[in-house]
C-alpha cells in the first residue's frame, strides 16, 4: 500500500498519496490545559485579579468577542467570563458585547448563536457597521495619518474586556489581541488607511517588513500599537491560543502591551519553523472550516505554505472555500493588467481586499498555485491559480518526490 495522509478539507478530509520522502511539516501543538480539571477556574481565579477593585452596580462593562472566522470556543468561556464579573456584583444589564467585524459581513442570528451559545440570547449585543461615522469619536491622528476613532458607546464604558484567539496575521504581524478593538471595531477609512501602509509605495511593492509573526519593523503594525494605545478606556485583554482543532489551549490574561508580546512569543513557539528549508512542491491543507470557509480566509494558509516552496515551485492548497471568495473588493484587482497597475490603482485609493489581492498576485507571480477548492473554474482563473483534481495532484506530488513537503495547517505554520 503506498503512504497515504489525510488533509482537512472544509468540514472533511482528504486523502492523497504521499511518498515516504516527503518531509512533514507539522506545527507543535500548544499543551491542551483543558485537559486539566482546574484550568477554566484558574481562568476565573485570574480574571478576578485583574479585575478593578473599584467596579460598582453602575460601571458599565463592553466585551468585544471577533465573528465566526476567528471563533474562539465562546460558547464554553463567555460564561466563565460573566460568572467572573458576577461575582464582582456585575449584573447582566451592565454588560453589553460587540463583535468586531471589522470591514466582514453581519452574521445571522443563528450564526451568532453558534458562536456564542446562549449568552447571544440572553446579553445585548452590538453588530459593529463600520461604514457608520456617526457613531465614532475622533481622538486625533497616528503619526502615519491614520485617524484615531474608537465608537461613542464604546468610550462610554468603565471597563473594557477584548477575549479573542491570537494568530499569526499575513501582514500585521498577529491578529486578534488589539485588533479586536481596531480595525476589529473600527471606522472602514481608517481601517484602509492603516492597511494601506501594507504598500511600499516608494519601491512600488508590498512592504517587507509587513509579514506574519514580525512587530519589528512592521510600520502597519507599530500604527496599529498607537492606536491602541489612544484608548483611554482601562481594559483588560484575553488572549485564546488554539490548537489545530480551534479548542482554547491557553489563556493569557493581561492589561499591558508587555502581555500581548508575550503571548505572541508563546504563539511563535508552537507555530513557527523559522529554520525550515523551502521545497520544489508543498502539499497544504488550510486546516479545514473555518480556516477555508472562504477565500480570503484561505489566503492566510496560501500566504503562509508558499514561505516553503522554493521560486518556480508548485504549491498544492486544500480550501474548500464553502463561502466562495468572501469578498466583493477582491476579485475587481485581478481585472488589472498586472501588479503594477493594480498597485498604482490601490494606492490611489485603497478599498477592501485591495491587499490580500496583491499579496495573491505576488505569489503567483513566483511559484505555481493549484487549489483544491469548490471555487469554480473562473474564479481560479482569474485570481491566477489552477483548479486542481486528484489526477493533476497527484501527477505533480509523484514528480518531485525527493523535494517536497507537507502542512498539515498552513493556516497555523509560518516561516
Do not use: W
Not at 458585547?97 to 447571544?120: K, M, N, P, W
Not at 512600488?204 to 500604527?223: F, I, Q, T, V
Not at 482554547?248 to 499591558?256: E, H, N, Q, S
Not at 469548490?374 to 495532484?393: E, H, S, T, Y
Amino acid at each position: 500500500m503506498p503512504p497515504e495522509m489525510d488533509f482537512k478539507f472544509g468540514r472533511t478530509k482528504y486523502r492523497l498519496y504521499i511518498p515516504e520522502t516527503s518531509a512533514i511539516l507539522r506545527i507543535q501543538e500548544p499543551d491542551d490545559h483543558k485537559r486539566d480539571p482546574d484550568a477554566t477556574e484558574r481562568f476565573e481565579a485570574g480574571l478576578f485579579d485583574a479585575l478593578p477593585r473599584t467596579l460598582s452596580e453602575s460601571s458599565r462593562i463592553s466585551v468585544v468577542v471577533a465573528d465566526k472566522t476567528r471563533l474562539c470556543e465562546y460558547d464554553l468561556y463567555l460564561p466563565r467570563l460573566l460568572n467572573v464579573l458576577d461575582q464582582k456584583g456585575i449584573r447582566p444589564s451592565q454588560i453589553r458585547f460587540f463583535i468586531a467585524y471589522g470591514t466582514h459581513a453581519r452574521q445571522s442570528d443563528e450564526q451568532c448563536l453558534h458562536a456564542y451559545g446562549d449568552v447571544y440570547k440572553n446579553y445585548s449585543f452590538v453588530h459593529h457597521d463600520g461604514s457608520d461615522e456617526t457613531v465614532f469619536q475622533p481622538l486625533g491622528t497616528t503619526p502615519s495619518g491614520t485617524p484615531v476613532r474608537f465608537r461613542k458607546d464604546l468610550l462610554k464604558s468603565d471597563l473594557i474586556i477584548t477575549f479573542g484567539a491570537l494568530s499569526h496575521h499575513y501582514f500585521a504581524g498577529f491578529g486578534g489581541g488589539r485588533k479586536l478593538l481596531f480595525p476589529g471595531l473600527g471606522y472602514t477609512p481608517d481601517i484602509y488607511r492603516n492597511h494601506g501602509l501594507f504598500l511600499d509605495r516608494t519601491k512600488k511593492r508590498l512592504h517587507p517588513g509587513c509579514r506574519p509573526g514580525r512587530l519589528e519593523g512592521n510600520r502597519l503594525a507599530k500604527d496599529l500599537k498607537q492606536i491602541d494605545d489612544a484608548m483611554p478606556v482601562p481594559r483588560i485583554n484575553i488572549h485564546a491560543l488554539l490548537n489545530s482543532n480551534g479548542r482554547v489551549c491557553r489563556l493569557v490574561t493581561g492589561k499591558t502591551h508587555d502581555d500581548f508580546l508575550r503571548a505572541c512569543r508563546l504563539l511563535d513557539a508552537c507555530y513557527r519553523l523559522p529554520q525550515a528549508d523551502r521545497y520544489r512542491t508543498v502539499v497544504a491543507s488550510c486546516g479545514g472550516f473555518p480556516k477555508d470557509i472562504n477565500l480570503i480566509q484561505a489566503h492566510k494558509a496560501i500566504n503562509n505554505a508558499a514561505m516553503f516552496v522554493k521560486d518556480g515551485g508548485n504549491l498544492i492548497v486544500l480550501a474548500r472555500c464553502e463561502d466562495g471568495v468572501g469578498s466583493d473588493t477582491f476579485l475587481p484587482y485581478f481585472e488589472y493588467p498586472d501588479f503594477k497597475t493594480a498597485f498604482q490603482a490601490l494606492e490611489k485609493d485603497y478599498r477592501g481586499n485591495g491587499g490580500t489581492a496583491l499579496s495573491m498576485m505576488s505569489k503567483t507571480g513566483r511559484i505555481n498555485i493549484f487549489l483544491k477548492t469548490d471555487l469554480n473554474d473562473k474564479i481560479c482563473a482569474a485570481v491566477g491559480v489552477k483548479k486542481a483534481d486528484r489526477q493533476i495532484m497527484e501527477t505533480l506530488i509523484k514528480k518531485d518526490t525527493q523535494d517536497m513537503a507537507c502542512i498539515e495547517n498552513a493556516g497555523l505554520l509560518i516561516r
